[in-house]
């Protein structure tokens, strides 16, 4: 499972669009995260580029620090159930994105959305560990902390025990 973790946040880490649309706030609906006038975070030096990154991206479900913080987004992701198939060697397992984005950054181009969207992109349909690929399970609104909008997708693969 430590493995499988490692291979996605490598796939989030590296990857420029979704850095983008986590860090970058736009002003209104004409200012794009995606505008190349905005710093390439992945051509920041290690110690910028990974201070964002350790902000946006948690390898956990930490929102405690959201309410009281500048307007952001992130992503928390963990592994969640796990559910023995047919052949004892053989397991599903869930991988869980709680994506958040604060409701001022949301409102000006449905950011919430769009992070899902480059989400799924990444993750599934894809072989990112080699095993097999991920495949979407369920997606709904949760709860968030005040001032933001919240949503779970659920990811399952088969892995070997």
């Given at each position: 499972?430590?493995?499988?973790?490692k291979?996605?946040?490598?796939?989030?880490?590296?990857?420029?669009?979704?850095l983008?649309?986590?860090?970058?706030?736009?002003?209104?609906?004409?200012?794009?995260?995606?505008?190349?006038?905005?710093?390439?975070?992945?051509?920041?030096?290690?110690?910028?580029?990974?201070?964002?990154?350790?902000?946006?991206?948690?390898?956990?479900?930490?929102?405690?620090?959201?309410?009281n913080s500048?307007?952001?987004?992130?992503?928390?992701?963990?592994?969640?159930?796990?559910?023995?198939?047919?052949?004892?060697?053989?397991?599903?397992?869930?991988?869980?994105?709680?994506i958040?984005?604060?409701?001022?950054?949301?409102?000006?181009?449905?950011?919430?959305?769009?992070?899902?969207?480059?989400?799924?992109?990444?993750?599934?349909?894809?072989?990112?560990?080699?095993?097999?690929?991920?495949?979407?399970?369920?997606?709904?609104?949760?709860?968030?902390?005040?001032?933001?909008?919240?949503?779970?997708?659920?990811?399952?693969?088969?892995?070997?025990?």
């Open positions: 499972m430590r493995e499988s973790l291979a996605i946040y490598k796939v989030l880490t590296t990857d420029e669009v979704l983008r649309l986590l860090y970058y706030k736009s002003k209104n609906d004409k200012d794009n995260p995606l505008d190349e006038s905005k710093g390439n975070i992945l051509d920041k030096d290690d110690v910028d580029r990974w201070n964002i990154i350790e902000d946006v991206i948690k390898k956990d479900s930490s929102v405690n620090d959201l309410e500048l307007e952001k987004c992130r992503i928390c992701f963990y592994s969640g159930a796990r559910n023995k198939k047919q052949n004892y060697l053989i397991s599903s397992q869930d991988i869980i994105f709680d958040y984005t604060h409701i001022n950054i949301n409102d000006v181009d449905f950011r919430l959305s769009w992070i899902c969207d480059r989400l799924n992109k990444l993750i599934f349909n894809k072989d990112i560990m080699k095993i097999g690929k991920i495949y979407f399970k369920s997606g709904s609104k949760i709860s968030s902390p005040t001032g933001y909008e919240g949503y779970r997708i659920i990811f399952s693969f088969e892995d070997i025990n």
